[in-house]
Nanobody, 127 residues
């Protein structure tokens, strides 16, 4: 069983940056792709980014390209999400999850290819 704990969220102003962390315990993450998702109040969960096992492969939906960067440190069993130029519409609870399928599938961002979701970290961007 894998436990994921997200951290690094908070209340920031428009244009600020945050780096979210997703720390894992119970299993090494180096064998798994990982993903970040977010969910705003009243909205469906949204795919933010995915990263391959080695970290050499990353994928972002078009709406997330340019401001968000996913990375990982397998030695620390941790995945990161660097968020720059934050906007009020980025306000959401951000979750990380373990990809249970191949990179070809997990980079599509479909939730069904992910498991072991963390509890999330709140990001609030004020205007």
């Amino acid at each position: 069983q894998v436990q994921l704990v997200e951290s690094g969220g908070g209340l920031v102003q428009t244009g600020a940056s945050l780096r979210l962390s997703c720390a894992a315990s119970g299993r090494t993450l180096s064998s798994y792709g990982m993903g970040w998702f977010r969910q705003a109040p009243g909205k469906e969960r949204e795919f933010v980014a995915a990263i391959s096992t080695s970290g050499t492969g990353t994928y972002y939906p078009d709406s997330m390209k340019g401001r968000f960067t996913i990375s990982r440190d397998n030695a620390k069993n941790t995945v990161y999400l660097q968020m720059n130029s934050l906007q009020p519409e980025d306000t959401a609870v951000y979750y990380c999850a373990v990809a249970t399928q191949t990179w070809i599938l997990s980079r599509t961002g479909e939730s069904r290819w992910y498991a072991y979701w963390g509890q999330g970290t709140q990001v609030t961007v004020s205007s």
